[in-house]
């Protein structure tokens, strides 16, 4: 999507290893957002940040941590991956508290 | 989060009109309905948001009933490239907060 890149696009990760998965903007948006997709349980927030340097937690915030130490990226970090964390990961951005969302093209991430 | 109810599927003829339905009954006076929509093996892409009146832009129109209990998103001309999953969601204005995602209606749009 337009102003809106996720790399890397597929992963395959081993269990206990740490993996970090990046969501880079051109727009210069205020919020953004990791989100991930698992079949039955659709898209449920990981960690969302309102700043540089503001973060908060989602639903599903354990065993992840974020970094964004600039506007235009927004880091999430698996500090030892698990078979569990398997999914597809969205990033997202938005520019103020009304409009809309805008997001990435996703990262399949695989821990085997 | 003030919830949203849609049906789980919807089919559609090709070039018919298509009204998806949403029911938010717990709505509060600072949140805006969203609409987004999936398409298979990619990233929602934001279709429309309304607060009180009636929205349109290119993509569809967004119907908001009087009360903002409910509100239709309406495909004026379906398409096979419509078929998706279609999200109903409401955005709290006042905060960073989220836009939670429920299940959302599949729509199948037949030839």
Same mark, same amino acid.
């Given at each position: 999507?337009?102003?809106?890149?996720?790399?890397?696009? =597929?992963?395959?990760?081993?269990?206990?290893?740490?993996?970090? $998965?990046?969501?880079?903007?051109?727009?210069?948006?205020?919020?953004? +957002?990791?989100?991930?997709?698992?079949?039955?349980?659709?898209?449920?927030?990981? =960690?969302?940040?309102?700043?540089?340097?503001?973060?908060?937690?989602?639903?599903?915030?354990?065993?992840?941590?974020?970094?964004?130490?600039?506007?235009?990226?927004?880091?999430?970090?698996?500090?030892?991956?698990?078979?569990?964390?398997?999914?597809?990961?969205?990033?997202?951005?938005?520019?103020?508290?009304?409009?809309? +969302?805008?997001?990435?093209?996703?990262?399949? $991430?695989?821990?085997? | 989060?003030?919830?949203?109810? %849609?049906?789980?599927?919807?089919?559609?003829?090709?070039?018919?009109?298509?009204?998806?339905?949403?029911?938010?009954?717990?709505?509060?006076?600072?949140?805006?309905?969203?609409?987004?929509? %999936?398409?298979?093996? %990619?990233?929602?892409?934001?279709?429309?948001?309304?607060? #009180?009146?009636?929205?349109?832009?290119?993509?569809?129109?967004?119907?908001?009933?009087?009360?903002?209990?409910?509100?239709?998103?309406?495909?004026?001309?379906? #398409?096979?490239?419509?078929?998706?999953?279609?999200?109903?969601?409401?955005?709290?204005?006042?905060?960073?907060? %989220?836009?939670?995602?429920?299940?959302?209606?599949?729509?199948?749009?037949?030839?």
């Amino acid at each position: 999507d337009a102003g809106i890149t996720q790399s890397p696009r =597929h992963k395959v990760t081993e269990t206990g290893t740490p993996v970090t $998965l990046r969501c880079h903007q051109t727009e210069n948006h205020r919020y953004m +957002y990791w989100y991930r997709q698992d079949p039955g349980h659709g898209l449920r927030l990981i =960690h969302y940040s309102y700043g540089v340097k503001d973060t908060d937690k989602g639903e599903v915030s354990d065993g992840y941590s974020v970094s964004r130490s600039k506007t235009e990226d927004f880091l999430l970090t698996l500090e030892s991956a698990t078979s569990s964390q398997t999914s597809v990961y969205f990033c997202a951005i938005s520019e103020g508290n009304v409009g809309g +969302y805008t997001f990435g093209s996703g990262t399949r $991430l695989t821990v085997v | 989060d003030a919830k949203t109810t %849609q049906p789980n599927s919807m089919e559609s003829n090709e070039e018919e009109p298509v009204h998806l339905p949403c029911n938010h009954s717990t709505i509060s006076g600072t949140d805006y309905i969203h609409w987004y929509r %999936q398409l298979p093996s %990619q990233g929602p892409e934001y279709v429309i948001h309304g607060l #009180t009146s009636n929205v349109n832009n290119r993509m569809a129109s967004l119907a908001i009933a009087e009360d903002r209990k409910s509100s239709t998103l309406i495909l004026h001309r379906a #398409t096979l490239r419509d078929a998706a999953v279609y999200y109903c969601i409401l955005r709290e204005i006042r905060s960073a907060r %989220q836009l939670t995602f429920g299940s959302g209606t599949q729509l199948t749009v037949l030839p």
